[in-house]
């Protein structure tokens, strides 16, 4: 068990840094969306898209 850990930590510490970041920018659109805030850069006049985005409330 040991040999295939120290053979494979390498691969073993990327996977857990690739993971981390993940779920970090998986937590922060999550936040961002909690609070309202969009990924989109603005100047939603010209977009076709904006009603996806920006949804009129009733």
Known sequence: MLAVL???????VVGA??????????GK???DHRQGK??????????PSCAACH???K
């Open 38 to 47: 969009h990924s989109c850069g603005g100047s939603c006049e010209g977009c």
């Open 55 to 57: 949804r009129k409330e």
């Open 17 to 26: 840094v690739v993971a981390g970041m993940c779920g970090f920018i998986a």
């Open 6 to 12: 120290s053979a494979n930590a390498a691969t073993i």
């Open 29 to 31: 659109l999550y936040r």
